[in-house]
């Protein structure tokens, strides 16, 4: 992944202390001067003599450490980042909002910059942001700086930087989404790559991230369609008649027919739920709940339940057959009996909040 960082975010720290990440200082590449004693920051204004092969040469390392799968930090050239566009990159963009001027100016004058450069940042700052206005910009908050939006670990990149199309950075660890959720490293997503859900054509909801060499899809919630009427409660998110609603009072009728009255209504509406419903999950649907590792112990999970298998395959659980076994489906229509389904499993969601069973183990 490419990023071309604004001057001020924190590009050079993050190259310092930050595992996984190369930050090709374009001054190293542009300027012949020997400044190996001067501070980085002071040096990169006092450059004179330039390299005959520049940009062509930063340009060429950046997209060689790209292509080898890095995470690369770049100055914001407007003719490099096109150049690399050209190459077929994707490049995410990395700036302070407009009215932060003072804040950045700020910091300039704090990490050892020179009057000259503070003053050039200062005359130039409206005309630098005209010139990514096109870009799908990636906004940094006040006192925000470029490693607090990075999927970091224990100061390290979880994986390589990738950016989603709602424009956050991601990376992929075993198959789990991460990213930042304020200053905490969270899971929000798994990547896509199963038949995903099975019964009465459930839907999935995702969005697609990109390292520019490839594109992922990640689901980020599921819908998930009932099969009893306990199994939808007040305060679910659901989806009926093409909008999304959330439940303020739900009334069972009898097991398959709920009397619910959404947020907003003054009256109840009588719904099957296996045919007008979908519960829509957005809790981190990608952390499992449980692993099981036997046939009885899937049994004896309910109805809607949902589970990956150890070939990384999705089902959920439909209504039981003529000898009493759980039949396990999935979209592209095929299914198998418990007995069948490779173990151990993982329990990714269950239609209610059940007791776990003793013999059944968490999973971090």
Same mark, same amino acid.
């Given at each position: 992944m490419i990023i071309a960082a604004w001057p001020g975010t924190g590009k050079t720290w993050a190259g310092k202390n930050i595992q996984g990440i190369t930050d090709l200082?374009?001054?190293?590449?542009?300027?012949?001067?020997?400044?190996?004693?001067?501070?980085?920051?002071?040096?990169?204004?006092?450059?004179?003599?330039?390299?005959?092969?520049?940009?062509?040469?930063?340009?060429?390392?950046?997209?060689?450490?790209?292509?080898?799968?890095?995470?690369?930090?770049?100055?914001?050239?407007?003719q490099v980042r096109q150049a690399l566009r050209d190459r077929g990159a994707a490049i995410a963009v990395v700036a302070p909002h407009r009215d932060a001027k003072a804040e950045y100016l700020n910091r300039y004058v704090s990490r050892g910059n020179t009057r000259e450069n503070v003053a050039h940042m200062s005359a130039h700052w409206d005309e630098y942001m005209d010139m990514i206005e096109d870009d799908a910009v990636i906004r940094l908050d006040k006192w925000q700086v470029l490693s607090d939006i990075l999927p970091v670990r224990d100061g390290r990149l979880v994986g390589e930087v990738m950016v989603g199309d709602d424009q956050r950075f991601y990376a992929v660890e075993n198959g789990v989404l991460w990213a930042m959720e304020g200053r905490t490293l969270t899971a929000v997503g798994r990547v896509d790559d199963t038949s995903a859900y099975s019964r009465n054509r459930p839907t999935r909801r995702g969005i697609t991230i990109t390292n520019g060499r490839q594109a992922i899809h990640v689901r980020t919630s599921y819908w998930v369609r009932p099969v009893r009427a306990d199994q939808v409660k007040p305060g679910d998110e659901v989806r009926w008649t093409g909008l999304n609603r959330t439940i303020a009072e739900a009334k069972v009728l009898d097991a398959e027919s709920i009397g619910i009255r959404f947020n907003g209504a003054g009256y109840h509406v009588p719904l099957h739920?296996? &045919? /007008?419903?979908?519960?829509?999950?957005? !809790? =981190?649907?990608?952390?499992?709940?449980?692993?099981?590792? +036997?046939?009885?112990?899937?049994?004896?999970?309910?109805?809607?339940?949902?589970?990956?298998?150890? &070939? /990384?395959?999705?089902?959920?659980?439909? !209504? =039981?057959?003529?000898?009493?076994?759980?039949?396990?489906? +999935?979209?592209?229509?095929?299914?198998?009996?418990?007995?069948?389904?490779?173990?151990?499993?993982?329990?990714?969601?269950?239609?209610?909040?059940?007791? =776990?069973?003793?013999?059944m183990k968490e999973v971090p």
């Open positions: 200082e374009s001054g190293d590449f542009k300027w012949a001067d020997d400044m190996t004693s001067v501070d980085p920051e002071a040096r990169k204004s006092m450059r004179t003599v330039m390299r005959p092969d520049w940009p062509d040469n930063y340009i060429d390392a950046i997209w060689d450490a790209h292509m080898d799968g890095q995470t690369v930090l770049m100055a914001m050239h407007p739920v296996s &045919h /007008q419903l979908d519960v829509i999950l957005t !809790e =981190e649907p990608a952390r499992p709940v449980w692993a099981i590792s +036997t046939p009885e112990e899937a049994e004896r999970l309910p109805h809607g339940a949902v589970i990956l298998d150890d &070939h /990384q395959s999705v089902y959920q659980r439909d !209504e =039981e057959d003529v000898d009493a076994l759980a039949s396990w489906g +999935t979209t592209d229509g095929s299914g198998a009996f418990s007995q069948d389904l490779s173990y151990p499993v993982t329990v990714l969601w269950t239609p209610s909040s059940p007791t =776990e069973p003793t013999s």
